[in-house]
Nanobody, 111 residues
Framework: QVQLVESGGGLVQPGGSLRLSCAAS????????MRWYRQAPGKQREWVAE???????NYADSVKGRFTISRDNAKNMVYLQMNSLKAEDTAVYYC?????WGQGTQVTVSS
């Protein structure tokens, strides 16, 4: 069973950038699609981005052009580079592989 640990969250001003990381262990990392989700206060968890085993990527319309997902199979890592951050990006961000979730990392965008 995979274990996922997110890091890299924090407080950033609007227009700023953050890079989230997710470390995976306990599975054959490279064969699985990896996804990022987020959950804002009082809202349902929503899908943000995904990257397949072959490196193909997809993004939610709300983050397209601002966020970039990537992976390093040699390190069992997946990343989410977030640029031009907006207040509405404030949420807890979760790494996902199939049915497994990390504990989340808080991203707060505020001046």
């Amino acid at each position: 069973q995979v274990q996922l640990v997110e890091s890299g969250g924090g407080l950033v001003q609007p227009g700023g950038s953050l890079r989230l990381s997710c470390a995976a262990s306990g599975s054959i990392f490279s064969v699985y699609t990896m996804r990022w989700y987020r959950q804002a206060p009082g809202k349902q968890r929503e899908w943000v981005a995904e990257i397949t085993s072959g490196g193909s990527t997809n993004y939610a319309d709300s983050v397209k052009g601002r966020f970039t997902i990537s992976r390093d199979n040699a390190k069992n890592m997946v990343y989410l580079q977030m640029n031009s951050l907006k207040a509405e990006d404030t949420a807890v961000y979760y790494c996902n592989q199939k049915t497994q979730w990390g504990q989340g990392t808080q991203v707060t965008v505020s001046s």
